[in-house]
């Protein structure tokens, strides 16, 4: 499993533009809809065992909101495209301090 760490998650018109830490080094993240369909992208190489990846965000007091996303390779940044998540983040943003990549 990868696990992000949020720093900070902005709103902005219809998208969430932030910053993450993994391991000691901090990557931008954007969440948006599926505009172009579900993506996931990540801003390092990764070599999953499957196509489609749960992608949980968490927070306190068990909120979690979770998508299956297919992951679409490496970008400069932590890229999530889901309608799911980003709908739930609009009503809960401060409250996810976790974004969970999970390959099974």
């Not at 990540?42 to 499957?50: S, V």
């Not at 932590?78 to 409250?95: C, G, H, M, P, R």
Request: with cysteine; proline share 4%; glycine share 4%.
């Amino acid at each position: 499993m990868l696990s992000f760490k949020i720093k900070k998650l902005d709103i902005f018109q219809s998208y969430f533009f932030g910053k993450v830490e993994f391991r000691n080094d901090q990557f931008k993240v954007n969440i948006q809809n599926q505009k172009r369909g579900k993506v996931l992208k990540l801003p390092f190489e990764f070599n999953p065992k499957r196509n489609q990846l749960i992608v949980r965000l968490t927070g306190p007091k068990d909120l979690f909101v979770e998508d299956f996303l297919p992951y679409c390779g490496e970008s400069e940044w932590l890229e999530i495209d889901s309608d799911v998540i980003t709908y739930f983040l609009a009503d809960n943003q401060d409250k996810l301090d976790t974004i969970e990549i999970m390959d099974k």
